[in-house]
Nanobody, 124 residues
Framework: QGQLVESGGGLVQPGGSLKLSCVASGFTLNYNYIGWFRQAPGKEREGVSCINNHEGSTYYADSVKGRFTISRDNAKNTVYLQMNSLKPEDTAVYYC?????????????????WGQGTQVTVSS
């Protein structure tokens, strides 16, 4: 059975940076896209970014374009989310998830496997 484990969250001041990691394991974890999502208290889960597992194309929500960068290291089965110029509104639990769909999507319902999440808090 596949497993996703996120790490790297924490408390950071506005304008600061964090780098999240998501390690994918399990030979059944066969996916085409892996994405980062976030959920703030009282809000719906939203897509942040995703990357194609085969050719590496990347996609971002408008709210994070120019500030966040998604990348992967296939040798380590790890996907990263570099977050710069963080704002208080970026505060949320961040999740990684995978989908077997070939269609690019930042819709949570299109993703199958989910990690447990890592908390990111942006506050002074």
């Amino acid at each position: 059975q596949g497993q996703l484990v996120e790490s790297g969250g924490g408390l950071v001041q506005p304008g600061g940076s964090l780098k999240l990691s998501c390690v994918a394991s399990g030979f059944t974890l066969n996916y085409n896209y892996i994405g980062w999502f976030r959920q703030a208290p009282g809000k719906e889960r939203e897509g942040v970014s995703c990357i194609n597992n085969h050719e590496g194309s990347t996609y971002y929500a408008d709210s994070v374009k120019g500030r966040f960068t998604i990348s992967r290291d296939n040798a380590k089965n790890t996907v990263y989310l570099q977050m710069n110029s963080l704002k208080p509104e970026d505060t949320a639990v961040y999740y990684c998830a995978t989908t077997k769909s070939w269609l690019v999507s930042l819709t949570p319902a299109d993703y199958d496997y989910w990690g447990q999440g890592t908390q990111v808090t942006v506050s002074s």
